[in-house]
């Protein structure tokens, strides 16, 4: 049985950092999302992939034992073509070719619409919602979104963060759609839309959680070695729901556990190019680096 439900990108990623390049590379919100989960928990996955999408791509996300019976087949492969300068912390996107997503319906396949645990990851919101109409009153839906979908679909991306229990942004975008260059105030905006918490992710500089009465600050980790941020905020949000599926425990306390393995999984995804770090990634390291994020913050 599968405890978690994800929907999200599958993309060929080009991507150029200061310290290199890659083209057509595995990526997309629901690869890293679904990728950084299976450290935790058993992922089903929905998207959509072209036939141009290569076989061994397939049976890496296989290999970790993410079901993949709602990834449809049709047209060609989204692709996503972004860089980064010095400040790692933002994605500057040169091409978004939606292909096959540009039509993309969500259909939840009938074993699934009985999962608890609902990752909404980056996508057309419009999906997001589709995804929500047709799952059987999913018990917790975590979702993210990106400023594409900012400037693109707003209204149905307000509509969306209305009916999930936590919200998950990048600073950036906190500050967009809630035009507002304070990030508490941003936050508040938020959960007066319904979310119990909201988590805004600042890059290597950690995160933030806000719930109604209270606020918790991770640290970021300090890398010596980032070479692509790419599918950091998603696999924090797979590794987030990931843990919260396994414990099963929904409070704030284990909110801040959850958030610290998220930032344990992001930093090491940004220590090589695409999923090249988290393909070799043992459960050893994450509670190696989860008991030195323990460390970093005992005073
Ligand atoms: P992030 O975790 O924010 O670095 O997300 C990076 C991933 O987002 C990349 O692997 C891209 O394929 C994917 N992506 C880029 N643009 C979009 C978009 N408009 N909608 C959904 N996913 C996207």
């Keep these: 049985m599968n405890d978690i439900l994800i929907i999200g990108t599958v993309a060929l ?11 057509k590379a595995l990526g997309g919100s629901a ?6 989960a299976s450290f935790f928990s058993k992922s089903a996955l929905i998207s959509v992939i072209g036939n141009d999408f290569p076989k061994e791509y397939i049976e890496l996300l296989k290999k970790r034992n993410i079901d993949l019976n709602g990834l449809k087949i049709t047209g060609k492969t989204f692709h996503w073509d972004g860089f980064y300068e010095y400040d790692m912390n933002e994605a500057k996107t040169r091409k978004t070719e939606l292909n096959s997503l540009e039509h993309f319906k969500v259909e939840v396949p009938e074993k699934y619409k ?30 993210d979104t990106m400023n594409f979908w900012i400037n693109n679909k707003k209204k149905s991306l307000i509509d969306a963060i209305k009916k999930v229990d ?13 035009s507002t260059i304070n990030l508490v105030n941003a936050a508040n905006q938020a ?24 606020h918790f600050n991770a640290p970021g980790y300090p890398l ?11 696999s924090f949000g797979g590794a987030f729901i990931g843990y919260l599926a396994k414990t099963k425990d929904l409070s704030e306390r284990n909110f801040r556990k959850a958030i610290v393995y ?14 090249n770090r988290l393909k070799h990634l043992t459960m050893s390291d994450i509670e190696k680096r ?5 460390d970093i913050r005992e005073f």
């Design 166 to 178: 936590v919200l998950l942004l990048n600073d950036g975008e906190a500050r967009q759609l809630f």
């Design 114 to 143: 009985k999962i608890k645990y609902v990752f909404l990851a980056n996508i057309d919101p419009e999906q997001q919602l589709e995804t929500l109409r047709q799952m059987n009153k999913p018990y917790f839906v975590v979702m």
């Design 191 to 214: 959960l007066r839309l319904g979310p119990k918490a909201v988590i805004i992710k600042k890059g290597e500089h950690g995160a933030l959680l806000f719930t109604k009465n209270k």
């Design 224 to 234: 010596e070695n980032i070479k692509d941020p790419t599918g950091c905020g998603d």
């Design 290 to 294: 989860y008991k030195e994020f323990q």
């Design 31 to 36: 690869t890293y999302a679904s990728f950084a």
């Design 13 to 23: 990623d080009s991507i150029e950092t200061p310290f290199g390049k890659v083209k």
């Design 262 to 275: 998220g930032s344990v999984v992001a930093s090491h995804n940004a220590e090589d190019f695409g999923l």
